[in-house]
């Protein structure tokens, strides 16, 4: 796509309403999605390209955002430019800078149909971190397929339903990778989350649920906050109910290596044959000490866990403000009760 800013109707032009906001939707960057058959290369450069010409647009931008509009007389228009405009700026600051954006997730499988996941994913604020869906999450999605035939073949039939199944993920953020698995598997997967992220994982959940039901799944979501009875929801009172837990990016402070082992041994089934798959990026210091800390919380046996098998994926998020991604080695494992 090739933009030039000069042939868009200037403030000192004193264009209509209508020519502004026209311009403006032409500027919008949609955030790239890591499609699976597409290069990833081929997806930056087409997000890259889309706002090469920053500069200039931020400067076109502003100018509308200074402006008072003076000879635009509806203020309801001039608010709906500068609302307008300043979405635009916000997409290109990264995506802490974004406002709400709403994207849509391929999936292929070799067990289903080829299906989408609409996921929406709220403006970004303190440190709800779970309001993004993280790469991990959809890398580990990606996997699912492959997982099911591999390591969970003692528990699922591929491409056929599993209904009888149950299987929750912790975390769950936006919800992408428990409403893959429903799907996918032909399961039911109950996400969970922090009582501040439900309304939004709610939302997605509803948004997907006939998707996933004509794929032969089930999913639903429910608040339930590790290492506290309050504000849990009903169906985890009972405790050791799960056959399968998933997991995705689940460790970013320091308690929650202890607390994230403490959920999956009150909530997974005290079965030998039941499994946790789990993610882990290795982004930084922080986040391979968080992992260290968990694998040895597991090894001292407090847990009643064990680690069956482990594997390194690399995977990318799209979270810095010039649109870059680098790789980030992704530690994924398997593990069971001892």
């Given at each position: 796509?090739?933009?030039?800013?000069?042939?868009?109707?200037?403030?000192?032009?004193?264009?209509t309403?209508?020519e502004?906001l026209?311009?403006l939707?032409?500027?919008q960057?949609?955030?790239?999605?890591?499609?699976?058959?597409i290069?990833?290369?081929?997806?930056?450069?087409?997000?890259q390209?889309?706002?090469q010409f920053?500069?200039?647009?931020?400067?076109?931008?502003?100018?509308?955002i200074?402006?008072?509009?003076?000879?635009?007389?509806?203020?309801?228009?001039?608010?709906?430019?500068?609302?307008?405009?300043s979405?635009?700026?916000?997409?290109?600051?990264?995506?802490?800078g974004?406002?709400?954006?709403?994207?849509?997730w391929?999936?292929?499988?070799?067990a289903?149909?080829?299906?989408?996941?609409i996921?929406?994913?709220?403006p970004?604020?303190?440190?709800?971190?779970?309001l993004k869906?993280?790469?991990?999450?959809?890398?580990?999605?990606q996997?699912?397929?492959?997982?099911a035939?591999d390591?969970?073949?003692?528990l699922l039939?591929?491409?056929?339903?599993?209904?009888?199944?149950s299987?929750?993920?912790?975390g769950?953020?936006t919800?992408?990778?428990?409403?893959?698995?429903?799907?996918?598997?032909q399961?039911?997967?109950i996400l969970s989350?922090l009582?501040?992220?439900m309304?939004n994982?709610?939302?997605?959940?509803?948004?997907?649920?006939?998707?996933i039901?004509?794929?032969g799944?089930?999913?639903?979501?429910?608040?339930?906050t590790?290492g506290?009875?309050?504000?849990?929801?009903?169906r985890?009172?009972?405790g050791n109910?799960?056959?399968?837990?998933l997991?995705?990016?689940?460790l970013y402070?320091?308690?929650?290596?202890g607390?994230?082992?403490?959920?999956?041994?009150s909530?997974l089934a005290n079965?030998?044959d039941?499994?946790?798959?789990?993610?882990v990026p290795?982004r930084?210091l922080?986040t391979?000490?968080?992992?260290a800390?968990?694998?040895?919380?597991?090894?001292?046996?407090?847990?009643?866990?064990?680690?069956l098998?482990?594997h390194?994926?690399?995977?990318q998020?799209?979270?810095?403000?010039?649109?870059e991604?680098?790789d980030v080695?992704?530690?994924?494992?398997?593990l069971?009760?001892?």
């Amino acid at each position: 796509m090739s933009i030039s800013i000069a042939d868009f109707p200037q403030v000192w032009q004193k264009p209509t309403a209508a020519e502004l906001l026209a311009s403006l939707k032409l500027l919008q960057v949609d955030p790239p999605i890591w499609n699976p058959s597409i290069p990833r290369k081929v997806i930056l450069e087409t997000y890259q390209n889309a706002a090469q010409f920053r500069r200039e647009v931020a400067a076109y931008l502003s100018s509308i955002i200074k402006s008072n509009l003076g000879w635009i007389q509806d203020d309801v228009e001039k608010e709906a430019l500068w609302d307008e405009a300043s979405r635009r700026l916000s997409e290109r600051c990264g995506r802490a800078g974004m406002g709400e954006i709403t994207r849509s997730w391929p999936f292929e499988t070799q067990a289903s149909t080829p299906f989408n996941l609409i996921i929406r994913e709220p403006p970004i604020t303190g440190d709800c971190l779970g309001l993004k869906t993280w790469g991990s999450s959809y890398l580990l999605a990606q996997s699912l397929d492959k997982i099911a035939k591999d390591s969970l073949s003692h528990l699922l039939n591929p491409g056929h339903p599993n209904l009888s199944l149950s299987v929750l993920e912790l975390g769950s953020g936006t919800g992408l990778l428990g409403m893959a698995a429903a799907a996918i598997w032909q399961t039911d997967v109950i996400l969970s989350d922090l009582p501040n992220i439900m309304s939004n994982l709610a939302h997605n959940v509803e948004s997907n649920r006939s998707t996933i039901e004509v794929l032969g799944g089930r999913v639903d979501s429910g608040a339930l906050t590790w290492g506290s009875d309050d504000d849990i929801a009903e169906r985890f009172s009972a405790g050791n109910h799960f056959k399968i837990i998933l997991a995705a990016d689940p460790l970013y402070d320091d308690d929650h290596p202890g607390l994230l082992s403490s959920a999956i041994h009150s909530h997974l089934a005290n079965d030998k044959d039941a499994r946790v798959v789990m993610m882990v990026p290795q982004r930084d210091l922080t986040t391979k000490r968080l992992l260290a800390t968990f694998i040895s919380t597991v090894a001292l046996g407090e847990s009643g866990l064990t680690i069956l098998e482990e594997h390194i994926l690399v995977g990318q998020d799209d979270w810095d403000e010039d649109g870059e991604s680098s790789d980030v080695k992704c530690w994924w494992a398997v593990l069971g009760r001892k």
